[in-house]
């Protein structure tokens, strides 16, 4: 059977209630940004599904944590559904971690076209224009963090596109056995399509990028059905704020002269591809020579980063530099094992646990008391494979520095 062409919008995880976070200083100037980001960004999102003319919408969870947000974050949402209810455009919403149904305010009121999944069962609503239906929208909310259930999911009959919103991972593989069109995922920050035609498993990611792991472009997804029931994704940028970070690798030969034309050479690029848009640049410098050692220590990277915000973070859009860092590497002399130093020791010990995976870190002395104690976990003490090997690693870099002196280094 011949499906009707049409398009829909898929999104997730707004998390209205999270501010953007991870950097230690924000400038005057970019102040209002950093706070009303989330809000600008979700707003997109129903801009673009207005401007994109969507059949309807589809929202994977994790929009908002009513707790946190306060009223604002309810009446926002209901604001931008009522824009899309005006159009007559339905929305399907199900619950992730923070926005099970029962966590929405009962003094709001939800506007009708919101359909909201139940927990722990699936729910099936058709989609229509015209009084023809246009696709079927299976959803389930999930308690806790258990897993998706793939098999809960089954093809509408007679052919009709078939979507399931779910907040979520899933091992791909078991989602594409069920023969459904399309599973509108929630959950990751990083827009993801682990599997093409003829099942589509997608995560948009978040509208917008909440701290500097969260890089690059952020927004949400514009997925067009053809007469075959294909799909097509394409990205619509939301974020107003884009966090970038870069690399850049120098040598032996590379002065702080050449270095500043890479970085002036590169932010040129950057502004050139994130055209309109404010962005935050977090530098990493990797390779050989004196140079990095000098970014290592001493007041070079503070310069550069000084020159950089005023070079280029204060035009508008600003390109915002958050650091200059030298990237940690071991690179070491073998005779640094050999030695009678405090830092040899050091560096025996760490071999030691590196090549003895029985012997445990016994990390449980330097778990802090109280709230941090929590959030890490009960699991500190013991760290697995491939963890533990980079704790080692951490730990040799840091020793490496901190028992190196100065004239060592040249
Ligand atoms: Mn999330």
């Not at 792991?213 to 053809?226: A, P, W």
Request: aromatic share 6%; with cysteine.
């Amino acid at each position: 059977m011949p499906n009707r062409p049409f398009r829909f919008l898929h999104a997730a995880d707004f998390h209205l209630e999270m501010p953007l976070h991870g950097v230690g200083e924000v400038p005057e100037h970019l102040v209002d940004l950093f706070l009303e980001a989330p809000y600008a960004a979700a707003e997109q999102v129903f801009e673009t599904a207005l401007a994109e003319d969507a059949a309807f919408v589809v929202l994977s969870g994790d929009l908002l944590s009513p707790q946190h947000t306060g009223p604002r974050g309810p009446l926002f949402l209901v604001e931008q559904f009522a824009r899309l209810a005006e159009r007559g455009k339905p929305v399907y919403w199900v619950g992730g971690g923070v926005d099970p149904p029962e966590a929405w305010p009962p003094a709001i009121r939800l506007p009708e076209n919101v359909r909201r999944f139940p927990v722990g069962r699936v729910e099936a609503f058709t989609a229509e224009r015209d009084g023809e239906p246009l696709a079927c929208v299976l959803g389930a909310g999930r308690g806790g963090r258990q897993a998706i259930h793939a098999a809960a999911f089954s093809p509408a009959p007679g052919g009709l596109v078939t979507l399931a919103a779910i907040h979520g991972t899933a091992d791909p593989a078991a989602l594409k056995q069920r023969g459904l069109h399309y599973w509108a995922l929630g959950g990751r920050h990083d827009r993801s399509t682990p599997l093409g035609s003829p099942t589509l498993v997608h995560w948009p990611g978040t509208p917008q990028g909440r701290r500097p792991s969260e890089s690059g472009m952020h927004g949400c997804t514009v997925v067009d059905v053809d007469e075959q029931g294909r799909l097509r994704t394409t990205l619509a940028t939301t974020d107003v704020l884009r966090w970038l970070s870069e690399r850049l690798v120098v040598d032996e030969a590379t002065t702080r002269e050449t270095l500043e034309t890479q970085l002036r050479e590169r932010m040129h690029t950057l502004v050139e591809t994130n055209p309109n848009i404010d962005l935050l640049v977090s530098w990493t410098v990797a390779g050989t020579g004196p140079l990095l050692g000098k970014l290592r220590r001493g007041p070079l990277a503070a310069e550069l980063l000084e020159w950089l915000r005023g070079e280029y973070g204060r035009r508008s859009p600003p390109a915002w530099s958050l650091g200059v860092e030298a990237e940690p590497s071991l690179a070491m002399p073998p005779e640094w094992l050999e030695q009678e130093t405090i830092r040899a020791d050091f560096l025996r010990a760490i071999r030691s646990y590196e090549t003895n995976p029985d012997q445990a870190l016994d990390l449980e002395t330097y778990r802090p008391e109280g709230e941090w104690a929590e959030a890490l976990g009960p699991g500190m003490a013991r760290i697995e494979k491939p963890a533990r090997r980079r704790v080692l690693h951490e730990a040799a870099l840091l020793g490496v520095d901190l028992l190196t002196g100065e004239e060592a280094e040249s």
